[in-house]
């Protein structure tokens, strides 16, 4: 389900901007990490800012690479080499789709992690990469947020399926197309292949209820 | 190939084979009744959708004798009223636990997912669904619980009553492992204190002030307006009255219980509970009454517990008994249900014109000796179709 909404509310790609206040379900995309907020202020004069917003990714930490989340406010100045690549706002109808799709309260055996943890990481260097896919392999992992080639996906829930691949369920999905246009859909139910996926961050409840 | 088939004799041999047409002569608040109202009480019945539609808070009293279809205007008012919760209660059914006796007819009337619906949508007000950074449902349960604390008692005056159910309904949206319980409770399943206390509450529903308080909730939560309809009202004034003093009695009442009898307190207590259901927003209730005396006597009791009620108490509707014209409509209706019940109707549609296996002059009979009472016109009906079917006379002769 593709949306031709007005939803683009800055892509560096582009050079477009929406200068305004905005609230609702944002996704940014920042270098290789994600940040997840409910507001976004732009302005010409102020850049770009983002209060109490989630950044997802993996941090280096001494020998290995460690997922995170962290609340934190933003500021991106409006040049063109600021590290903020696009900021999309969901469609409110979209969002309605993704809240019915989520089952949690009702469905007792889903894990829930703690603390952020990182279930995948494809790295060229090997040393730093995790694949802790068939440890979970048939688990139900809840609030899953992958970033993939050239897209995010914020999901539900993902299973790890029988060939160790991710199938992520009632997701949001945010990618350039082959014009390099930046496209939103929800999906019920999408499988992944593991080699194409940047990560796989399980984002922790701790830090979701901070 | 069919040349002639004799139509008549065989509706006279399908009827020896089915029973009467007409089996009953009683409607009930249980079994569905299809057969739609007679002509002459449209009107009627348009005025008193009229009241519902206009008015929030009422009681209606619907006056008329014995078997004259104070029942089935229930019936036509339920299929009519189809985006209303239309609620039958006999009053003699439910004189005890009259709250909660209420509130498990409302939920048998609305179903269960109205229930589930309405207590997502309250749990949603108290900011369960909040999205966190945008996009995570973190509901922290306790904190929901706060805001409703804070959101219900101006409304309700049980806090114990608000408390148990702030606590049922939010365990049953967002503790999937006490969903269940909580659902049974929701129900007004009896449950003990085991099942209870893990469930943090003190009281099932059985408890009067929980049982109206959730009802209180579900009427005023629901998406459609409510109606209540209280049929046979009359035996709460009747239990009122004083006993006729010729009655034989073994012992007096009055020398265990002073001037008060149990059953007169408990029908006492019964017209306070239902005044009381004027602080449910919105919940409208049709009452049914045999005579206009019990009418003013109603009116009378209402004024002595509370004048500022009598306001409720609208003016009455009459329902009398049927004109003359009304009987040939109302045979029609009844056959034609019964052969569509059967699956007969294409085979009916040979007797449209007629009133066959009787005469007009059997029916209009039929309404002089019955003077225009649809139970008494029932009761013949049925006896004159026994007749048809077993007895052995020839038809021509017995019909005459």
Request: include cysteine; proline fraction near 2%; aromatic fraction near 12%.
């Amino acid at each position: 389900m593709k949306h031709i909404n007005n939803f683009v509310l800055y892509d560096s790609m582009r050079e477009l901007k929406v200068n305004g206040e905005f609230t609702g379900s944002i996704i940014s995309k920042c270098q290789d990490k994600i940040i997840i907020s409910d507001n976004i202020k732009i302005s010409e004069s102020d850049g770009i800012k983002i209060s109490q917003g989630l950044l997802v990714g993996f941090e280096k930490n001494r020998d290995k690479m460690t997922a995170f989340s962290k609340t934190l406010n933003f500021h991106f100045h409006d040049t063109k080499d600021n590290l903020l690549e696009y900021s999309v706002k969901i469609p409110e109808e979209t969002m309605e789709k993704y809240d019915q799709g989520q089952f949690s309260n009702d469905f007792p055996f889903t894990i829930n992690l703690l603390h952020t943890a990182g279930l995948l990481l494809n790295v060229d260097d090997f040393r730093f990469r995790i694949n802790h896919l068939d440890f979970f392999k048939g688990e139900i992992l809840k609030n899953p947020v992958s970033l993939i080639l050239k897209g995010i996906i914020v999901a539900d829930r993902v299973v790890i399926d029988h060939n160790g691949d991710p199938v992520f369920y009632d997701c949001l999905i945010v990618g350039r197309d082959e014009n390099d246009d930046l496209n939103i859909s929800y999906e019920t139910i999408i499988n992944v292949d593991d080699t194409v996926v940047e990560f796989v961050i399980i984002l922790g409840i701790e830090e979701l209820k901070m | 190939m069919l040349i002639f088939e004799n139509i008549e004799q065989k509706l006279l041999n399908l009827l020896k084979f089915t029973g009467s047409p007409i089996k009953k002569f009683v409607s009930t608040g249980e079994i569905e009744e299809n057969i739609d109202l007679v002509s002459s009480r449209k009107e009627q019945l348009s005025s008193i959708i009229k009241i519902i539609e206009e008015n929030e808070n009422f009681i209606l009293p619907v006056i008329a004798d014995v078997g004259v279809g104070k029942t089935h205007l229930f019936w036509a008012l339920k299929h009519e009223l189809y985006r209303y919760n239309v609620v039958y209660i006999s009053l003699e059914n439910v004189l005890r636990k009259f709250y909660y006796n209420t509130y498990s007819e409302f939920i048998e009337s609305m179903g269960v997912e109205v229930l589930r619906s309405i207590v997502n949508r309250l749990c949603n007000k108290w900011g369960a669904l909040e999205r966190k950074f945008g996009f995570f449902h973190v509901a922290d349960i306790e904190k929901v619980r706060k805001i409703a604390f804070e959101k219900w008692p101006s409304q309700f005056e049980s806090k114990m009553a608000i408390n148990d159910i702030i606590y049922a309904v939010t365990t049953h949206q967002l503790d999937p492992y006490k969903k269940v319980d909580a659902e049974r409770w929701l129900l007004g399943e009896l449950m003990d204190i085991r099942e209870l206390s893990r469930l943090n509450l003190m009281h099932d529903l059985r408890e009067k002030n929980n049982a109206f308080t959730m009802l209180k909730v579900l009427v005023e939560n629901s998406m459609v307006n409510s109606v209540l309809f209280i049929d046979d009202f009359e035996k709460i004034i009747s239990i009122l009255k004083t006993k006729d003093e010729d009655s034989e009695e073994f012992f007096d009442p009055s020398w265990l219980y002073g001037n008060s009898s149990p059953e007169k307190y408990n029908a006492e207590k019964t017209l306070d509970k239902i005044l009381q259901l004027h602080k449910i927003k919105g919940l409208r209730i049709i009452i049914t009454l045999k005579s206009q005396e019990f009418y003013e006597e109603i009116k009378r009791k209402i004024e002595e517990k509370n004048n500022h009620l009598s306001f409720l108490l609208m003016k009455p509707v009459y329902l009398s008994n049927f004109i003359e014209q009304d009987i040939f409509l109302f045979y029609k209706s009844l056959l034609e249900d019964f052969f569509r019940d059967i699956n007969y109707t294409e085979y009916f549609n040979n007797f449209k014109n007629s009133y066959f296996p009787l005469k007009e002059s059997n029916l209009k009979f039929i309404f002089k000796q019955s003077k225009g009472n649809p139970r008494e016109i029932l009761k013949l009906l049925i006896k004159t179709f026994s007749k048809i079917i077993l007895s052995k006379e020839r038809f021509g002769k017995l019909i005459e």
